[in-house]
């Protein structure tokens, strides 16, 4: 199965840009690009996914890279509320193949 | 309308105990899922549904069992429980013709001592 690579964490400040990286190098010309947010306590969260070309979403905007080895998640303004960790995931026949995810922290 | 629910809460069972988990979704979605979490990494498939009556083997279904005689119901078992399976278990649902969206309930956090 094709993996993703994210980083642990990433820090932002409140209101600026987030630009959440994911690597998958081994991807195969039928697998989706999917994330999914967890915030603490909680189940996991759609946000966006994407084949090819980039997606844009009242939460997000995914972009994909033109070889598809790689994608950006963009939260365009973030809030506190975004606080979560996020996975980049790629799809198997109805399965969601997931990481360790990124911890998003965002400073007031 | 109450999207995807899961009972119990929190159970603690001790080695060798069996119990089940319910899961109860009411928007008529066709395909149904259980999953995994441990501390620290991200979910685990278990054993997941595309369809009333029918269930398959997701990664890690050793130690589970699941039914699907109801649409809106998927149910996970622990035969004999183990410490091994302590662990937040998550049910997700998914709509008909775009599986890739799911939509997950809160949690059933399990541990077995």
């Known amino acids: 199965d094709a993996k993703t690579t994210q980083p642990n964490s990433m820090e932002s400040n409140e209101e600026e840009p987030v630009h959440l990286p994911c690597n998958h190098s081994t991807i195969s010309g039928t697998d989706y690009i999917h994330w999914y947010r967890q915030l603490p306590s909680q189940g996991p969260e759609y946000v966006i996914h994407g084949l090819t070309s980039n997606v844009n979403n009242r939460m997000a905007s995914l972009a994909i890279a033109e070889d598809r080895k790689s994608s950006t998640l963009i939260l365009h303004r973030a809030t506190l509320r975004d606080a979560a960790v996020y996975y980049c995931?790629?799809?198997?026949?109805?399965?969601?193949?997931w990481g360790a995810g990124t911890k998003l922290i965002i400073k007031p | 309308n109450a999207g995807v629910t899961q009972t119990p809460k929190f159970r603690v069972l001790k080695t060798g105990q069996s119990m089940t988990l319910l899961c109860a979704q009411d928007?008529?979605?066709?395909?149904m899922y259980w999953y995994r979490q441990d501390p620290g990494m991200g979910l685990r498939l278990i054993h997941y549904?595309?369809?009333?009556?029918?269930?398959a083997k997701g990664e890690v279904p050793d130690g589970y069992n699941v039914s699907r005689l109801k649409k809106q119901n998927f149910l996970l078992g622990l035969e004999s429980a183990a410490p091994s399976q302590t662990s937040v278990y998550f049910c997700?649902?998914?709509?008909?013709?775009?599986?890739?969206?799911?939509?997950f309930g809160p949690g059933t956090r399990l541990t077995v001592t």
């Open positions: 928007m008529n979605h066709e395909y």
């Open positions: 997700a649902s998914g709509e008909d013709g775009d599986p890739y969206e799911q939509y």
């Open positions: 549904s595309v369809g009333e009556g029918t269930t």
């Open positions: 995931i790629l799809d198997s026949n109805y399965q969601l193949i």
